[in-house]
Nanobody
Framework: QVHLVESGGGSVQAGGSLRLSCTAS????????MGWFRQAPGKERERVAH????????FYASSVKGRFTISQDNAKNALYLQMNSLKPEDTAMYYC??????????????????WGQGTQVTVSS
């Protein structure tokens, strides 16, 4: 069983920055799809960004492209999301998620198997 723990959320003013972290533990894997998702109250969950651990693919939602950067530290089993130029519409609960040992990089676009508990990001205008 994979255990994902997010941290780094908080409250910032518009234009500010936050860095989210996600640490994974529980099992080992050869490769993985790791992603960040978010859900605002009353809205559907949205895929923010994902990456394949082997560097085969990286995705950003159009709403965050150019402002957010996803990265990983495989040695630490850690995933990060650097969020710059934050906007009030970025306010949401942010979740880390994973798919272990995906068959292809395209698997990263499918449903994720493991989820963290989430970290709240609030951006005020």
């Amino acid at each position: 069983q994979v255990h994902l723990v997010e941290s780094g959320g908080g409250s910032v003013q518009a234009g500010g920055s936050l860095r989210l972290s996600c640490t994974a533990s529980g099992v080992t894997w050869r490769t993985a799809c790791m992603g960040w998702f978010r859900q605002a109250p009353g809205k559907e969950r949205e895929r923010v960004a994902h990456m394949h651990s082997g560097g085969l693919d990286t995705f950003y939602a159009s709403s965050v492209k150019g402002r957010f950067t996803i990265s990983q530290d495989n040695a630490k089993n850690a995933l990060y999301l650097q969020m710059n130029s934050l906007k009030p519409e970025d306010t949401a609960m942010y979740y880390c998620a994973a798919i272990l040992n995906p068959r292809t990089a395209g698997t990263c676009y499918l449903n994720y198997s493991y989820w963290g508990q989430g970290t709240q990001v609030t951006v005020s205008s």
